[in-house]
């Protein structure tokens, strides 16, 4: 990770610290990470900086990449100065906590005398604010407060009905608690050292977000909270069974799985039931996302099929039921994301429940389907049969395959321009790079509807004892695939085109979305064969997997969010799709690319890697504001291994 932040995640909670474990108040600006504790998508501790006798200690050994920060820290000197002591310092997350143990060595041969402090401050942002987009957003009425404790200091925010709080104490309680005149408060110690003595100290941070009324303890220490993790990520690994003749790819499977284990954030179901669901990653998505934590689920079906029981029934319980302008809602549309922060609550970003995303009710009903064929588990299937009808009729009336012929959207104000999983500007664009204008159908999106199509008829068939309504979906879905490769396949350079636009014209960009309607099932045999033989050319394949974007049109950017990058969940779909259609050979070469990528960090694949080529680069570009821990590059391991098994 770029500019020496390191992540902590558990559940709905991370923070983010620096080599030496301090937070030290930066607001973001062009950061891959906001600094902080954030719990809820608000900033819970702003600042967390040690002094040791008014001044910041050096990092001997840094945070290194771990579910706990350790460090090792001396006061700065020179080489004829040997540290007078050495200060031992732990951290880690739980629900809603952060917990520190600090120990302190003398190295002297005499008795010591150490003043240490912890400044600490909650200035309680919304991670909305925190990004680089250059927008404000009016808190009338708000105020800060604090309050000494026996034990520490609590920091309270309230705003109208809003009211958020962190509580800071410690074991042995401070000597002082000061004021610092920017808000901030120190709390202070005074240790006396015997010779080569130690003094140890435990401070704790409860977080109470807005609304979260559990009852949540503080863990005892660090050690405890990472044997409660390790027991968690265990519990996640055990008994799959990994590839004996491929330890890299069971390696990255490994790490992935238990990087799921630390992305469960709680939801709820349609009966007011408490599911954990994959959020969708740290440090900026970690929350709910409809796509995001269907992609997931379908890739970890026949390893961890509880993910999606608790994913379908958490998205049935968000479902719109009526029109909503300011969220994009329509009845039967999946949400697209949910948000439990400030600005979320008083409506100054439209995503408490968003549902600009035109893909995820039909990958709903595709994994509905798919976990029901999987498990056979036919009483969710019959619970959810209400939801799936009216994800079926959102597609059908409002997503527009009746009137339009395929699922369309339009450009958000205020939201996303575009609502398929290319979402950034200019992402849906000719091969010149001009972007779409109007209502734009994706060519991904009509493979998942297609493909939900045809598993919802299943469903009708075989669960619900409804001939008349499976007949009518496969009907559908056949006239679709036939609309599809009438409209969308570009004759003089044997690919589909990326998308329609409002007037029906193709956007010609040769782009990786093609490889998901391999794994959908869209195209005909022919077509398919094309489609994944294409996708392995230079131009395409990096090396390291398949890029969004094929070099050398003028759209092509290697450090673009979605027009070169090399996305670890797009590729884990085209592997799944060229198995299908029989190019076995070419998922292996993609496979191995990502596994390859994997390697490379520490067996765990980045939410996206930048486009540059292996031939040319000899480890993988990092892409400079990739999410490091995301739920569905975690779960793409288990999508190759079922793609193309230990190969």
């Not at 092509?556 to 060229?578: E, F, K, Q």
Request: overall charge negative.
């Amino acid at each position: 990770m770029t500019d020496r932040h390191h992540l902590l995640v558990r559940g709905g909670t991370f923070a983010a610290v620096g080599d030496g474990g301090d937070i030290s108040g930066v607001r973001g600006g062009n950061s891959p990470s906001p600094e902080g504790l954030f719990v809820r998508d608000a900033r819970h501790l702003s600042r967390w900086q040690l002094t040791v006798d008014g001044a910041v200690p050096e990092a001997l050994t840094p945070v290194a990449d771990g579910d706990t920060a350790r460090c090792v820290l001396v006061p700065r000197g020179g080489r004829n100065e040997p540290p007078a002591y050495t200060i031992f310092r732990e951290q880690a997350v739980g629900d809603g906590s952060f917990v520190e143990s600090l120990k302190v060595t003398s190295n002297r041969p005499v008795p010591t005398t150490v003043r240490l402090a912890v400044t600490a401050d909650a200035d309680f942002t919304d991670q909305f604010e925190l990004r680089s987009d250059y927008r404000t957003y009016a808190k009338i009425g708000a105020t800060r407060s604090r309050e000494v404790l026996d034990s520490g200091v609590e920091f309270t925010y309230q705003r109208g009905e809003w009211r958020s709080c962190t509580t800071v104490t410690a074991e042995p309680a401070p000597d002082a608690v000061e004021e610092t005149g920017t808000g901030a408060r120190r709390l202070v110690w005074t240790l006396d050292l015997d010779p080569h003595g130690t003094a140890e100290l435990t401070l704790r941070v409860m977080a109470r977000p807005h609304g979260d009324k559990r009852a949540l303890r503080v863990p005892k220490s660090p050690t405890s909270l990472n044997s409660e993790l390790i027991a968690l990520e265990g519990e996640f690994v055990e008994g799959v069974a990994f590839p004996t003749g491929w330890p890299e790819l069971a390696a990255a499977c490994a790490r992935g799985l238990a990087d799921l284990a630390s992305l469960q954030v709680p939801a709820t179901g349609p009966d007011g039931e408490t599911l954990h669901v994959p959020a969708a990653g740290a440090p900026w998505f970690l929350t709910l996302l409809g796509r995001d934590a269907l992609l997931t689920s379908l890739f970890a079906l026949p390893y961890r099929p509880q993910l999606a029981a608790a994913t379908l029934p958490a998205l049935a319980a968000a479902q719109a039921t009526e029109t909503g302008t300011d969220a994009v809602a329509q009845p039967g549309k999946i949400v697209h994301e949910v948000r439990h922060g400030e600005l979320a609550h008083f409506g100054q970003v439209p995503y408490g429940r968003y549902y600009g995303s035109v893909d995820a009710t039909p990958l709903f009903l595709v994994l509905l389907g798919a976990y029901v064929e999987q498990t056979g588990d036919l009483t969710l299937a019959r619970r959810l049969e209400p939801h799936a009808r009216a994800a079926i009729g959102w597609m059908l009336d409002h997503g527009g395959l009746t009137s339009r012929g395929y699922l369309v959207y339009r450009a958000d104000q205020g939201g996303l321009a575009n609502q398929n999983w290319k979402d950034s500007p200019g992402s849906i664009c000719s091969s010149d790079g001009t972007r779409a204008s109007g209502a734009v159908m994706a060519a991904g999106a009509q493979g998942y509807a297609y493909d939900a199509l045809r598993r919802t008829a299943w469903l009708a068939r075989t669960v619900w004892a409804d001939e008349t309504y499976a007949a009518l979906l496969e009907q559908a879905a056949g006239d679709l695939r036939d609309r599809f490769q009438r409209d969308f396949w570009m004759r003089d350079r044997a690919f589909p085109a990326l998308a329609l636009d409002g007037d029906g014209r193709q956007l010609d960009a040769l782009a990786s979305d093609a490889g998901h309607l391999l794994w959908s099932g869209l195209l005909d045999k022919e077509y398919g064969e094309v489609v994944g033989r294409r996708l392995l050319e230079p131009d395409f394949f990096s090396g390291w997997g398949v890029r969004t974007l094929a070099a050398g049109q003028a759209a092509y950017h290697p450090l673009s969010y979605h027009r070169g990058s090399v996305w670890p969940h797009d590729n884990a779909l085209i592997t799944l799709g060229l198995a299908r259609y029989g190019l076995h050979d070419e998922a292996r070469s993609v496979a191995h690319g990502l596994v390859d990528a994997a390697t490379a960090a520490g067996h765990r694949l980045p939410e996206v890697i930048a486009g540059y080529g292996r031939d040319t680069h000899r480890e993988p570009v990092p892409y400079p504001h990739a999410c490091v821990r995301e739920a569905r590059s975690a779960a793409a391991p288990l999508a190759l291994l079922t793609a193309v098994g230990g190969a």
